[in-house]
């Protein structure tokens, strides 16, 4: 009996021994699958408490973090990973190779000048305003109509609006309103369009230099112009019973969009690049999810392989925006209740994009404020209560 108890107690003893010597990496962001603690006995986990408003910067420089999760939905994913201290992700082979055979502006938005990999994308969707080609067809316009910056879209939307005032039954409207919810029917082609204006104007100067100012000559000169176009829309386009059956001409997807796709082999063929005018870089608005390695962790060797796992159980439905070699099927989406087809000429289009895809970042901060104020900002000048100075002004005092 004594021999008995003594061999349960060895026994015992013996997890919390082992436990005692596993490595413990921190994760920020992450939690371990069941997987990972089947296939790493040697690796115990913790979480690491942020605040998920915060700046990923500082996540990396400070919570002593062996591997981190960004979000880059609202970030300027670039200057994030310029500015980080990180592991060069070439240390392991197979997790470089893995990263090799994504897409080419995948790889070029985690490469460093010195061709380091600084993270592990595990999502990339470019948000596009694009033409929709039935409506195009129906109201007999070509690819040589589309215009190429912000500028050209209004020179379009004027001539759209004296083609309106002659045609008495058009055969196609702008756009499909119905998200843009802002309380006022007559202002939602004017938000609308400020959207892709807001949009261009922040990108255009972030990925010049970073600084962004509202408070400019051209920005007060096309968001008068703006205005003045959208009230034209409205009173022209029909409204309601057959208007809105009408097949539309474009798309604005920076709030949302498509890019999760759902089988459209058009949506980078027919994009608009972000920018006010065509000397500009033909830039799209793109958010990504990605995986870093602080340089000081202090395990390098556990943190990668941690990556490399992750790399290999990226979801399909996320994989169509990274891998160039991903072959076009029929998927069924997480909750099974339909399938999607993948077109082999959207993948076609979606790698083949010679423009540059640009994580901008949230100029508006952090948090939801800016959001709110700026919306408030919009709308008061869309009802002509504050003019084109006074919102830049108000914008420029709602930025970081």
């Known amino acids: 009996m004594k021999r008995l108890l003594a061999t349960l107690a060895l026994v015992c003893l013996l997890p919390v021994s082992a436990c005692a010597e596993r490595t413990v990496l921190r994760l920020l962001g992450l939690e371990e699958s069941a997987e990972d603690r089947r296939a790493h006995l040697d690796i115990a986990y913790q979480q690491v408490h942020h605040d998920v408003w915060g700046d990923p910067l500082t996540w990396i420089a400070e919570n002593s973090a062996d591997v981190v999760y960004i979000n880059g939905w609202g970030e300027d994913l670039r200057s994030i990973l310029a500015r980080a201290e990180l592991l060069d992700l070439r240390e392991s082979a197979e997790l470089s190779g893995e990263i090799g055979r994504m897409t080419r502006w995948v790889q070029e938005l985690v490469t460093a000048e010195d061709g380091a990999i600084l993270a592990l994308p595990i999502n990339a969707k470019p948000l596009c305003f694009s033409y929709r080609q039935a409506g195009w067809d129906a109201a007999g316009l070509t690819a040589a109509d589309m215009p190429q910056s912000y500028a050209e879209l209004l020179d379009f939307l004027e001539r759209w609006c004296d083609r309106l005032e002659q045609e008495g039954q058009p055969l196609a409207r702008v756009a499909n309103l119905f998200y843009w919810n802002t309380g006022a029917e007559s202002c939602n082609y004017g938000h609308w369009l400020m959207e892709l204006l807001l949009t261009c104007h922040a990108m255009q100067q972030q990925y010049a230099d970073g600084h962004v100012c509202f408070n400019t000559a051209e920005f007060i000169e096309y968001a008068i112009r703006t205005r003045d176009v959208a009230q034209r829309l409205y009173r022209l386009e029909g409204r309601g019973g057959k208007a809105a059956e009408l097949p539309v001409l474009f798309h604005n997807g920076l709030i949302g969009g498509r890019a999760g796709n759902s ?138």
């Open 263 to 400: 089988g459209l082999s058009y949506e980078l063929s027919h994009a608009m690049p972000m920018r006010l005018t065509c000397d500009q870089p033909a830039l799209i608005y793109t958010r990504a999810e990605v995986i870093v390695i602080p340089a000081d962790t202090a395990h390098p060797e556990e943190a990668l392989r941690f990556v490399t796992d992750r790399a290999k159980s990226i979801p399909w439905h996320q994989q169509i925006g990274l891998y160039a070699d991903f072959r076009p099927g029929r998927y069924a989406y997480e909750d099974g209740d339909r399938n999607v087809w993948i077109d082999a000429g959207w993948l076609a289009e979606y790698h083949g994009y010679t423009g540059t895809y640009f994580c901008c970042g949230n100029v508006f901060g952090r948090n939801r404020n800016g959001t709110t104020g700026k919306e408030k900002y919009v709308l008061q000048f869309l009802k002509k209560e504050i003019t084109a100075s006074r919102l830049a002004q108000r914008l420029d005092s709602l930025l970081d």
